[in-house]
């Protein structure tokens, strides 16, 4: 048989249903106090973290005698997998390289990827030129004047 209770709003202790106070505040908010104590204490707002008997303080110091089990974390095995296009052996291979080897190819990468920014480079300064080219002509000034007049 299940019991519905509320939390007291001040000790945060359980309140069975026929016992407590209940109180209406204000905003129309419904407050459930375990007894006239707890009641009172709240309407001279009294913090019930600084009272060793409620349930906060105990929480906030820690005091509530409850054992957790931890569970033991599962450790992780590392797998390896077939990558399509490469086997085991060849994986293998290229994990265990010694950096010596692994070098010059690094270095050629950097090189070319190096190489296509300045080409990028280039033919984006080849198009902005044509088209500086082939747009806008300057028109002097006085020869505009010249022209509003004639109209």
Request: charged share 40%.
């Amino acid at each position: 048989m299940v019991i519905k209770t509320d939390l007291c709003y001040f000790t945060e202790c359980k309140v069975f249903p026929g016992h407590g106070i209940r109180y209406v505040r204000k905003d129309s908010k419904l407050l459930t106090f375990l007894n006239r104590k707890a009641f009172s204490l709240h309407l001279q707002r009294k913090k019930a973290q600084r009272l060793r008997w409620t349930l906060v303080w105990r929480r906030k110091h820690k005091a509530t005698a409850s054992k957790k089990v931890k569970k033991k974390a599962k450790k992780t095995v590392k797998v390896v997998r077939a990558i399509a296009g490469l086997s085991l052996d060849e994986l293998k291979k290229r994990r265990d390289a010694k950096p010596a080897t692994k070098k010059p190819t690094k270095a050629s990468t950097i090189k070319a990827v190096k190489k296509r920014k300045v080409e990028k480079k280039d033919r984006k300064k080849k198009k902005d030129f044509a088209k500086r080219r082939t747009g806008f002509v300057k028109v002097p000034k006085t020869r505009m004047k010249m022209r509003s007049t004639q109209r």
